[in-house]
């Protein structure tokens, strides 16, 4: 019973918990930021949970987003991109809104700008009294919690999602705006898609990779070595889906990807409602069978 | 000829010669699909297993001249080429051509001859020719085909030679034959008795130019590159493999194309797909590779190896 539940939680699910957890730590960092600052910002000061809000909703309008704006069911690197450029975006925001120079440990940003005793010219007459006037109270408190995973490397990791995540979703904007010019195209001419626009044979490929991850989640074997028609025999076998329209899918990737055929705009547009179907029907099949389970 | 002319022809050559030949569909379909890629063709088994009633079926309905020949220890390299003999009234030598010339070769019991004979096969498998007192004669044409298909019985057999690694290496295929089930064998017996003599001849269906075009019509068929490096891969991890001493050669590589190209024309297509590869890899490459000897002692099949190896290289089935 828990083996059959855990198996379908591979790869997506994983990657899935792996950004939640991220999403945690972010939200973290954003608190941290807010709460150093509040006793020194006349806005923050207000006893209101504006912007703990802020760092909740955010992140959740964007998966919402996210889930919406991306076909379903999305490629999974596609939104983490997205969601890390995102989330980056609120951190580097908060931070210029507070003011803070924030550092691993140190949840009193007022530290930053202590002033050193050694600097203060002699001709002061009460040391003390500057002292006292000129050096904030320290705000201490503890972190709402601590995860010791966040070290100073951190940063170089948040440059580097910065910079990774923009050109990735660049190229896809980029790529996404000439397929979408070389569609309506051909819609307009109202040709077979030749076999030099990427888009349509693409289209195709993606869709049936999109359907065997899928199945491979629902229990399919997910081994390298089988070739497509073999997959399709294992996944007739195991009744993951409708024999048809899976055998149906196989031979238009098998057309699309090793053929030199022209590729029809009704053959891709086929593919897309062939995978959206089996991929909707295995899931409604398993939860079903989750159900009865229980 | 395009390819769905091929697959009628094709289909109604299958379909006369499954008329006599019971139960043996797959071993049926992969002659064929050797006689398409224009490749040799390698029977191995005990006897009396349809081995030489297949290759003669096949001659019958493909319009080709066909000769059988029996081969054995005293048998000499002269006997199959031809041999050069003076003619007394025109002062002069004569090329008197032997069993060789003709479109269809059974070479039958091929490992009962010496090595030497059955490695006077080499030039003529490989190079479609032969050279007697130094001419040169061609046994191919764009009307006529040149195809050996011998039989050989396993080794444990007495009075047996191992054929060169040389010549192995020539034949496209080598197809184990296998008993008939017990219903199969039945029906044998009883289209024995519905025909009412021992013997029998199958109808011409096609002529053997039109079987030349079926072959040309195999070159137009596609391989992807994708499909180019799975057939490079299969074929170089039979090299490194653990269990295998010797691995197969780039002509096992440009054979199991040739296989798969005629697999997708059997199948009605102008393209090849992974599946024709895997399929056929056993069919090709099993005859090519020599064990180690641990894998010989633990008895492997060299099929049950290549199907090993086959779980071991990725398909270009995902990203």
């Known amino acids: ?31 941290e930021l807010i709460h150093g600052r509040r006793q020194e910002s006349p806005i923050l000061r207000v006893n209101f949970p504006f912007f703990e809000l802020f ?38 925001v908060t931070s210029f809104l507070t003011n803070a120079n924030y550092s691993p440990g140190n949840f009193n940003p007022g530290n930053t700008t202590t002033i050193d005793t050694t600097m203060i010219p002699q001709t002061l007459t009460n040391p003390e009294t500057v ?13 709402l919690f601590n ?17 990774i995540s923009t050109i990735i979703i660049i190229r896809t904007e980029r790529r996404k705006s000439i397929k ?26 993606e869709c049936y990779y999109q359907t065997s991850d899928h199945l491979e989640g629902q229990g399919a074997d997910d081994s390298d070595h089988l070739t497509p028609k073999e997959f399709q025999n294992d996944v007739s076998i195991r009744q993951l889906t409708s024999e048809n329209d899976f055998n149906d899918l196989t031979s238009l990737f098998n057309e699309a990807k090793f053929s030199e055929h022209d590729i029809s705009a009704d053959s891709v547009q086929r593919a897309k409602f062939l995978s959206q179907k089996i991929i909707f029907q295995s899931s409604h099949t398993e939860f079903e069978r989750m159900e009865e389970e229980e | ?52 009633m297949i290759s003669r079926s096949f001659a019958s309905v493909l319009g080709c001249d066909f000769n059988r020949i029996q081969f054995t220890p005293d048998l000499l390299p002269a006997d199959l080429t031809g041999s ?94 296998g008993y008939p089930s017990k219903s199969d064998e039945a029906k044998i017996l009883t289209n024995r008795i519905n025909r009412k003599q021992k013997l029998f001849s199958l109808p011409q269906i096609i002529t053997k130019k039109t079987f030349r075009e079926m072959q040309k019509a195999v070159e137009i068929i596609s391989v992807s590159d994708e499909l180019k490096d799975y057939i490079v891969d299969i074929v170089n991890y039979t090299r490194h493999a653990p269990q295998v001493r010797v691995g197969a050669s780039p002509r096992g590589s440009l054979d ?44 492997a099949s060299s099929e049950e190896i290549i199907t090993r190896i086959l779980t071991k290289v990725k398909a270009p089935r995902k990203e």
């Open chain 2, 84 to 177: 050069e003999i003076y003619n007394q009234k025109s002062n002069d030598f004569e090329f008197k051509p032997g069993p060789l010339f003709a479109d269809i070769i059974l070479a039958d019991e091929i490992n009962r001859a010496t090595p030497k004979t059955q490695s006077a096969l080499l030039e003529a498998m490989g190079e479609y020719q032969v050279s007697i007192g130094g001419k040169t004669y061609e046994l191919i044409s764009t009307e006529k085909p040149f195809l050996v298909i011998a039989t050989q019985n396993p080794l444990e057999l007495e009075g047996t030679f191992a054929l060169p690694e040389a010549q192995v290496d020539r034949f496209l295929a080598k197809v184990r034959v």
């Open chain 1, 180 to 205: 979408q010019s070389k569609e309506s195209e051909s819609a307009e001419n109202g040709q077979k898609i030749p076999k030099e626009f990427e888009g349509g044979l693409k289209n195709i490929i």
């Open chain 1, 55 to 92: 760092a909740i909703a955010i992140p959740l309008f964007l998966l919402i987003w996210i889930l919406f704006k991306l076909e379903f069911p999305f490629r999974i690197f596609k939104p983490l991109s997205i969601w890390a450029v995102s989330m980056l975006l609120i951190i580097v």
């Open chain 2, 256 to 299: 199991l194309m040739s296989l798969a190209r005629a697999n997708a024309l059997l199948d009605g297509r102008d393209y090849v797909i992974p599946q024709d590869v895997k399929e056929l890899a056993s069919l090709t490459l099993s005859h090519r590779i020599i064990l180690d000897v641990g894998s010989y002692i633990a008895g």
């Open chain 2, 1 to 52: 000829m395009n390819i769905q002319e091929a697959v009628e022809a094709c289909d109604s050559i299958l379909t006369e010669i499954k008329k006599f030949i019971i139960g043996k569909d797959d071993v049926l379909k992969h002659v064929m699909l050797c006689l398409l890629a224009d490749g040799h063709i390698l029977f191995e088994d005990y006897p009396g297993l349809a081995k030489t």
């Open chain 1, 1 to 31: 019973m828990i083996s059959k539940r855990i198996n379908p939680l591979k790869r997506k699910e994983i990657i899935l918990i792996v950004f939640l957890l991220f999403s945690l730590a972010i939200f973290q960092i954003t608190m």
């Open chain 1, 131 to 143: 002292l006292t006037e000129s050096i904030p109270e320290h705000i201490v408190r503890d972190p």
């Open chain 1, 147 to 163: 995860l010791p995973v966040l070290q100073d490397v951190r940063n170089l990791l948040l440059v580097f999602l910065i910079l």
